[in-house]
């Protein structure tokens, strides 16, 4: 008979025994080695997500940094021109944002900053069928917001607050 004698007992494993403990073995490593890849890719993918977000929000931030060079009349017309307080405050919403994506491990399918003629400035941001319009307006605290699901509009310039806005971000990036 074939049989191994265990050291520590009186008993013995067979062969089939022995057989059964590497398939077991096997098994296991193979479990391992997938949630080993998964991790890998999971890690990889929040890696590219992130490269991306940095990459969609400073290109934003240097756009509304070039708004500061804007004159009056930029836009051919009476434009006013752009407060260092209404950039600022752009910026800071373009961190909240930025945070909110980051924390869901999502990107927006658009992250779009615009010059309004009047001094305020308008940030526009969709995710999937959903988008958002928040204008940053020059001497106030609120946000006006613009929000869309497909295409019912949900919002027309509503101002909100900063703690408001957290709330819009979670329905736009959940």
């Known amino acids: 008979m074939n049989a191994i ?14 057989h059964s403990i590497e ?3 096997e098994r296991i490593d193979d479990s391992i080695s997938g949630y080993v890849d998964h991790i890998t890719f999971t890690e990889r993918a929040n890696s590219a997500i992130s490269a991306e977000l940095e990459s969609l929000f400073r290109e934003s931030q240097n756009e509304l940094m070039h708004y500061l060079s804007f004159g009056p009349g930029w836009d051919g017309y009476f434009a006013e021109r752009f407060e260092p307080d209404t950039i600022n405050r752009a910026l800071q919403v373009l961190d909240v944002l930025e945070s909110k994506f980051r924390l869901n491990g999502t990107l927006p399918s658009s ?42 509009t949900l919002t027309d310039d509503q101002p909100i607050d900063w703690a408001t806005l957290g709330k819009k971000l979670s329905w736009l990036a959940g």
């Open 5 to 18: 004698h265990h050291m520590f007992s009186d008993d013995y494993l067979t062969l089939s025994d022995v």
């Open 111 to 152: 992250l779009i900053p615009g010059p309004v003629s009047d001094g305020s400035i308008n940030i526009e941001l969709s995710s999937a069928a959903k988008s958002l319009i928040l204008t940053i307006m020059p001497d106030k605290s609120e946000l006006l917001c613009y929000e869309r699901d497909g295409e019912t």
């Open 23 to 25: 398939k077991q073995s």
